[in-house]
């Protein structure tokens, strides 16, 4: 079984930066690719940005593709996601999520995630 703990999320101004950690434990997490998604209300949840096992390979959305920064610690067991010049838009639950299956590739379909956090809430203010 795996554990996925996201934290860092927030209020924030728009313009302003958070910085969200999502802590793994229960198998070996440098072998997995790891992947951010976020719901904001009222809408489905969204592919947002995903890092292959070494970190050597990333892959964002478009609409956070230059704000948005995903990489991990493997020693730590953590995937972090840097988001800077945040805006409205961005407002939404941020979920941190890893596959079943020992996938090392770069992986935006939510369907292949099995192992989900809780969820942590991002709010930027206009």
């Known amino acids: 079984q795996v554990q996925l703990v996201e934290s860092g999320g927030g209020l924030v101004q728009a313009g302003g930066s958070l910085r969200l950690s999502c802590a793994a434990s229960?198998?070996?997490?440098?072998?997995?690719?790891m992947g951010w998604f976020r719901q904001a209300p009222g809408s489905e949840r969204e592919f947002v940005a995903v890092?292959?096992?070494?970190?050597?390979?990333?892959y964002y959305a478009d609409s956070v593709k230059g704000r948005f920064t995903i990489s991990r610690d493997n020693a730590k067991n953590t995937v972090y996601l840097q988001m800077n010049s945040l805006s409205p838009q961005d407002t939404a639950v941020y979920y941190c999520?890893?596959?079943?299956?020992?996938?090392?590739?770069?992986?935006?379909?939510?369907?292949?995630?099995?192992?989900w956090g809780q969820g942590t809430q991002v709010t930027v203010s206009s």
């Open positions: 229960g198998r070996t997490f440098s072998s997995y690719t």
């Open positions: 890092i292959n096992p070494s970190g050597s390979s990333t």
């Open positions: 999520a890893a596959p079943l299956l020992q996938i090392t590739g770069i992986i935006t379909d939510q369907r292949l995630y099995h192992y």
